[in-house]
């Protein structure tokens, strides 16, 4: 662990729960030959390569998304040169309204949006681009990171990515044109551990600046963690994490595995959709 790091810190190491039922294992339960005979072959599968088809799909969301530390490099970016004071005025108010939005949470936003007093000059801001520059980057908030046993310069395995909680840092996604180019140069992208236990899995630290944050603010340092699949845009459930604590969140993962003969049973009877079938009635 880093011993040169001031300010509050987060500490996070997410692992596979051992008990978790891969492929291999929920076949071998439910399986009617003799276990006897293939037990061997099981057991190197069971401990070895079937962790290999679990991938950690994690999302990093600080909950105040505006770093103030840009502030003025904001408003040189897009205000006009020396504006005046109420123009400066409605944009601070802008980025204030920014600092906790989610998908969920827009009313503060949206009302100042509709404000008939807000100058047209800020009115026409691209929220989209002005999110994306006020937003923590990964070397702002990340001090260390582990993954699967070997230490790692945490911005190649962080990428920002726009989720329902604002603007996160995500690992092994495949949802941003930066992700996806990594699984082009590289065929074992998402990244999988190789085993299970609270050896393995991801470990990371979080650290707190206050020059970051709005004078006078009241809004604590605090991060919320998504775990999702790779092409999963956001998660209903998170973790929530607060300043100077250590948390270890195991992972179970839950396995289905369907057999051919389910498609005979209708879809209210079986309780799910095929895939297939979920498409066309979408589409109509």
């Keep these: 662990l880093p011993t040169n790091t001031t300010g509050p ?3 996070v190491h997410i692992y596979y729960n051992r008990k978790s039922l891969t492929k291999y294992s929920a076949r071998l339960r439910y ?17 070895g390569a079937s962790m290999l088809n679990l991938a950690e799909i994690l999302a990093v969301c600080p909950y105040n998304h505006v770093n103030w530390i840009r502030y003025r ?4 970016k897009y205000l006009p040169h020396d ?16 600092e906790n939005v989610t998908f969920t949470h827009l009313t503060p936003l949206e009302r100042l949006i509709k404000r008939s007093s807000l100058p047209p000059v ?49 690992f092994n996604s495949l949802i941003t044109k930066e992700s996806r180019m990594k699984k082009l140069k590289d065929a074992y992208y998402p990244w999988r551990v190789r085993y299970a236990g609270e050896e393995s899995g991801l470990s990371f630290i979080l650290r707190y600046n206050e020059s970051y944050v709005r004078p ?24 929530i994490f607060y300043a100077n604590t250590h948390a270890d969140v195991m992972i179970t993962p839950i ?23 979920l498409t066309l009635r979408l589409r109509f």
């Design 255 to 277: 396995l289905t595995e369907t057999a051919s003969e389910a498609r005979l049973i209708d879809a209210e009877t079986r309780n799910c959709l095929f895939w297939v079938r």
């Design 216 to 239: 006078n603010s009241y809004t604590t340092f605090k991060a919320r963690l998504m775990i999702k699949e790779a092409e999963e845009w956001s998660q209903p459930l998170h973790h």
């Design 31 to 47: 399986s009617y030959l003799n276990l006897a005979a293939y037990i061997g072959g099981v057991f190197g599968l069971f401990w």
């Design 73 to 76: 490099a904001a408003e040189e």
């Design 122 to 170: 800020v009115r026409n801001i691209s929220l989209h681009d002005l999110s994306q520059s006020m937003a923590y980057r990964c070397n702002e908030i990340f001090v260390w990171c582990i993954f699967d046993g070997t230490e790692y310069d945490c911005c190649k395995l962080f990428i920002r990515e726009r989720t329902d909680q604002g603007i996160c840092l995500v």
């Design 83 to 98: 504006p005046p004071k109420e123009i400066r005025e409605a944009f601070y108010d802008v980025l204030v309204a920014m």
């Design 9 to 11: 810190l987060i500490y």
